[in-house]
């Protein structure tokens, strides 16, 4: 069975480019930028395993016209098409699904996603031939196809039993540069659990489609021994860990002693999703001399009553301290943070800019993002949103669903949201700011990554949000 992992090209429908597959809160940026779809590579390296005829099709990455693409489409007539979708681009989707049922009439289309978790019978209406209700796109796609195929169910009980990435299977050096997070190159996706141990942010679509009762990780040595594979077999310099938040605790303090022991420290750097208020400034250490470089933390709010109303289970004096101690570790640190809640009001936005303002003139931060507060569908956000008729759009005008529309009521304007968006963006640009960074330089890839981001800021972000 020849079966498609696909991510089709959007450029009829999108200006720029959409940062769709593994993305938690999807994008569209102006300049190319790439994301290793990790999750999406294990259901096509599963697959492979099990002796299907895998394509990896990622028309997104290789900006390939829609029209080449529907016509390798109509030429391969892959028994099986896979895609992941989501909110802001589920009816550029279903456009597709009728080109594909039209030129290739016997395949197969599986969508995936949060969006269709939470209204599949939408999908299937809509030309879905099967919808995948679960964020194990790999273990439930190959399932789907072995029922496909009259065989028996395969039980996947631990994370450890699944192969390592494929990585020139999913052609991974197409994602390898072009990608902000990574200081030094050819850097890489993993991911070592899913997704988030915490898993309460009203705000996150990933919560639903990886509820606390199905949340699981590898094991620390699993994960080691994929990281000195990846360095020995491909050169991988960095790695960005994908996990919603790196597991805590005994696990991480087993994996950096592992690194350490191993001398992977030294060949290879770090990065992950992190969270504040668990971590103490010996693990921010200890991370540190394992290898980790690069910490992503959810600000999300300066406001307490935010903080509390988003379940987000942190106090603001966890952000300043946490941003204190991991920086003061040798960590890299980036913030993200949201506006435009339906509850808050200037004196709440302000509190945001204030605090992240803070947390970078103490140099206690180096990067940042900022974007409108998004409620996707399938989040508790938005069915609070509905109950208390906060809904600014439509329910079912999902294009505007793209961190460039303000979704919900507010007591700010869509104009003055993107003001203070753009004013955490500019941060990056104060005197004392450049300053450090570049008191900080200490090799050509410091330079690198100095400039790249200004780059971004300047000509992506700013941009988004003018």
Not at 57 to 71: F, M, N, S, V
Not at 148 to 162: A, F, Q
Not at 245 to 260: F, K, S
Not at 417 to 427: A, E, N, T
Request: charged share 25%; proline share 5%; glycine share 6%.
């Amino acid at each position: 069975m020849k079966v498609f992992i696909s991510m089709p090209p959007l450029n009829e429908f999108v200006r720029g480019t959409p940062q769709l597959a593994q993305n938690r809160q999807y994008q569209v940026f102006q300049s190319h930028s790439t994301i290793y779809p990790v999750l999406l590579a294990s259901a096509a390296t599963l697959l492979n395993s099990k002796g299907y005829d895998v394509v990896w099709d990622d028309a997104i990455t290789k900006q390939e016209p829609y029209q080449d693409w529907i016509k390798k489409i109509a030429n391969e007539m892959p028994e099986v098409i896979a895609i992941e979708s989501k909110t802001p681009v589920i009816k550029y989707h279903f456009e597709i699904i009728k080109d594909i049922h039209k030129f290739s009439p016997y395949t197969k289309v599986i969508l995936m996603g949060d969006h269709v978790k939470e209204f599949p019978q939408e999908a299937l209406a809509k030309g879905a031939d099967f919808v995948l209700k679960t964020g194990d796109y790999d273990i439930e796609l190959l399932n789907v196809l072995e029922v496909l195929e009259g065989k028996h169910l395969t039980k996947i009980e631990s994370l450890d039993e699944l192969p390592f990435v494929d990585r020139e299977l999913t052609n991974w050096k197409d994602y390898a540069f072009n990608n902000g997070n990574f200081k030094y190159t050819p850097g890489t996706y993993i991911q070592s659990a899913r997704d988030c141990w915490w898993g309460k942010c009203t705000f996150c679509s990933w919560a639903n489609l990886y509820p606390l009762c199905s949340y699981r990780r590898r094991s620390p040595e699993d994960v080691v021994d994929e990281i000195e594979y990846l360095v020995n077999t491909f050169g991988v310099r960095e790695i960005f860990d994908d996990a919603g938040t790196i597991p805590a605790g005994p696990w991480l303090t087993n994996l950096c002693n592992l690194l350490i022991a191993k001398g992977l420290n030294k060949k290879v750097r770090i990065s992950c999703n992190a969270r504040f208020g668990i971590l103490k400034p010996r693990h921010y250490k200890l991370m540190r001399k394992a290898g980790f470089r690069f910490l992503l933390f959810g600000l999300e709010s300066g406001s307490q009553d935010t903080l509390d109303l988003i379940d987000k289970g942190i106090k603001v004096k966890d952000i300043t301290q946490g941003a204190k101690w991991a920086s003061e570790a040798g960590l890299n640190v980036h913030l993200t943070c949201m506006i435009g809640y339906p509850w808050e009001g200037k004196k709440h936005a302000e509190k945001t800019i204030a605090l992240a303002k803070k947390i970078f003139n103490r140099g206690h931060a180096d990067t940042l993002q900022g974007t409108f507060v998004v409620p996707y569908p399938n989040t508790k956000l938005y069915k609070e949103c509905l109950k208390n008729n906060q809904l600014k759009v439509s329910p079912g005008d999902w294009c505007k669903f793209d961190m460039r529309n303000q979704i919900m009521k507010s007591p700010l304007s869509e104009e003055e949201i993107k003001d203070y968006v753009s004013q955490l963006y500019r941060l990056a640009f104060s005197p004392k700011f450049i300053l450090r960074q570049i008191l900080n330089i200490r090799c050509w890839e410091d330079v690198v990554y100095i400039f790249r981001g200004a780059k971004s800021i300047t000509k992506k972000h700013l941009k988004d949000f003018r």
